[in-house]
């Protein structure tokens, strides 16, 4: 899996948008980008996931660059119960064999809102 | 709620002794995973089933096993209990053993488990 860089931590005001980055420099062209969080002992989340084009759910939009060497996940209008720890995980989708949901969690970045 | 039961929510133990954790995946879930997060190491992969067969193992120390069972639920047993085995456990489970979203994952809420 290609190694990812998150910056530690980021604030954000409530009712503003977070946008969280993530370096993947050495990934591969059919490694996809997930997206995870946890909130506070509680177990982790999905958020979203993509392999290039960007992408958007009910709970955030996920931005690829065209190189797809960096990523930022943006969710649109933080509040305070998104104040959690995200993940971004580098992975091939469907890889078969035995290697699939075998996910590997770095440090993340603590997001905190704050009113 | 995630659709994923673990118990217990938390289960203090002496060194030594042996524990099981109990998961029971979303509705529909064929695969199986279990975690351990401690202040440590973070969220660490240590094995997954699928079907009632083990599929994928990470760093799970001997000491630990797990089954997957014929209603698939799945059991962690962690034996020989020591002070470093205090962690957070968590079980997740996915639809399928590959193919697209096979790496989006249901996680419960965990167990905490305390070694004294």
């Known amino acids: ?51 290039k084009n960007n992408e958007t759910n009910e709970m955030a939009s996920l931005i690829i660059t065209e190189d797809r060497k960096s990523s930022t996940l943006i969710l649109p209008h933080a509040t305070l119960r998104d104040t959690a720890v995200y993940y971004c995980i580098v992975r091939v989708e469907g890889a078969g064999g035995t290697s699939y949901g075998k996910l590997t969690f770095g440090q993340g970045t603590i997001l905190t809102v704050h009113p | 709620d995630s659709g994923v039961t673990q118990t217990p929510k938390h289960l203090i133990t002496a060194t030594g002794q042996r524990v099981t954790l109990r998961c029971s995946p979303r509705s529909g879930d064929l695969s199986v995973y279990w975690y351990q997060q401690s202040l440590d190491q ?53 639809p ?7 790496n989006v994952l249901t996680f419960g809420a965990g167990s905490r488990l305390t070694v004294l």
């Open chain 2, 42 to 94: 973070g969220l660490q992969f240590l094995i997954q089933y699928y079907n009632g067969e083990e599929r994928a193992k990470g760093n799970i120390l001997e000491r630990f096993s797990a089954q997957q069972f014929p209603d698939l639920h799945s059991e962690l047993n962690l034996s020989s209990l020591e002070l470093g085995d205090s962690a957070l456990y968590f079980c997740a489970s996915s």
């Open chain 1, 1 to 51: 899996d290609a190694k990812t860089t998150q910056p530690p931590s980021m604030d954000c005001a409530e009712g503003r948008a977070a946008n969280l980055p993530c370096n993947h420099s050495t990934i591969s062209g059919n490694e996809y980008v997930y997206w995870y969080r946890q909130i506070h002992s509680q177990g982790p989340q999905y958020i979203i996931h993509g392999l």
């Open chain 2, 96 to 102: 399928s053993q590959g193919g697209p979203g096979a």
